[in-house]
C-alpha cells in the first residue's frame, strides 16, 4: 500500500510545478497570497506532524509543497522588475 502513497506524492508535488515554472517565467506569482500562505503553513505543520510519526510519504509531500508554495510567496511578494524591451 505504501506505493499508493508515493503515487499521490507524486502527483501532488507534480502539480505544483507548472505553477512554479510560470512564476519564475514571469517573475511574479498571480496566485492569491492568502491562499500560498495558508497552503505553505498548513503544508509546513503536516510535514512536522509527519516527521514526527516517521511517514516518509507524507513528510516529503509536505515538504515539497510547503517548498513549492514558499517559492511562490517569494515572487508574489518580490516581484522581478520586467526587462527592458518586453511587455
Same mark, same amino acid.
Given at each position: 500500500?505504501?506505493?499508493? &502513497?508515493?503515487? &499521490?506524492?507524486?502527483? #501532488?508535488?507534480?502539480?505544483?510545478? $507548472?505553477?512554479? !515554472? *510560470?512564476? !519564475?517565467?514571469? &517573475?511574479?506569482? $498571480?496566485?492569491? #497570497?492568502? +491562499?500560498? !500562505?495558508?497552503?505553505? #503553513?498548513?503544508?509546513? !505543520?503536516?510535514?512536522?506532524?509527519?516527521?514526527?510519526? &516517521?511517514? $516518509?510519504? +507524507?513528510?516529503?509531500?509536505?515538504?515539497?509543497?510547503t517548498?513549492?508554495?514558499?517559492?511562490?510567496?517569494f515572487?508574489? #511578494?518580490f @516581484?522581478? *522588475? @520586467?526587462? *527592458?524591451?518586453?511587455?
Amino acid at each position: 500500500m505504501q506505493w499508493m &502513497g508515493y503515487v &499521490g506524492l507524486t502527483a #501532488l508535488t507534480v502539480c505544483w510545478i $507548472p505553477q512554479s !515554472i *510560470e512564476t !519564475i517565467k514571469r &517573475g511574479r506569482c $498571480p496566485v492569491n #497570497l492568502t +491562499f500560498l !500562505i495558508l497552503s505553505s #503553513l498548513g503544508s509546513l !505543520i503536516l510535514a512536522v506532524y509527519a516527521w514526527s510519526l &516517521g511517514d $516518509p510519504v +507524507f513528510t516529503t509531500l509536505n515538504t515539497l509543497t510547503t517548498l513549492s508554495a514558499a517559492l511562490n510567496i517569494f515572487y508574489k #511578494l518580490f @516581484p522581478r *522588475e @520586467p526587462q *527592458e524591451g518586453t511587455a
